[in-house]
């Protein structure tokens, strides 16, 4: 079975920073494109950014310039450097296998003065 278990989400003011992680247990980390994906209440949940095996990157227009995906292939885990931060950004932020379907519980970003 394998889990995802993301950390590192908090509460944090307008303009900061936060680096959430996503440790993923087996084997498939390092085979597999990764994603970070966040739902706001009431919103859809929605691609943030993605990074395959091969260290390729995606972002979402909304991110673009303020947040980094990383991967650590050794240690099986995924990160998200989230920097600028803006009310607007307030969601749970999900760890996502792309191509075996797995999801991480989640955890919960909220930017606000």
């Known amino acids: 079975q394998v889990q995802l278990v993301e950390s590192g989400g908090g509460l944090v003011a307008p303009g900061g920073s936060l680096r959430l992680s996503c440790a993923a247990s087996g084997s498939i980390f390092s085979v597999s494109v990764m994603a970070w994906y966040r739902q706001a209440p009431g919103k859809q949940r929605e691609l943030v950014a993605s990074i395959s095996n091969g260290d390729n990157t995606y972002y979402a227009h909304s991110v673009q310039g303020r947040f980094t995906i990383s991967r650590d292939n050794a240690k099986n885990t995924m990160f998200l450097q989230m920097n600028s931060l803006k009310p607007e950004d307030t969601a749970v932020y999900y760890c996502?296998?792309?191509?075996?379907?797995?999801w991480g519980q989640g955890t919960q970003v909220i930017v606000s003065s």
């Open positions: 996502h296998s792309v191509q075996f379907g797995y």
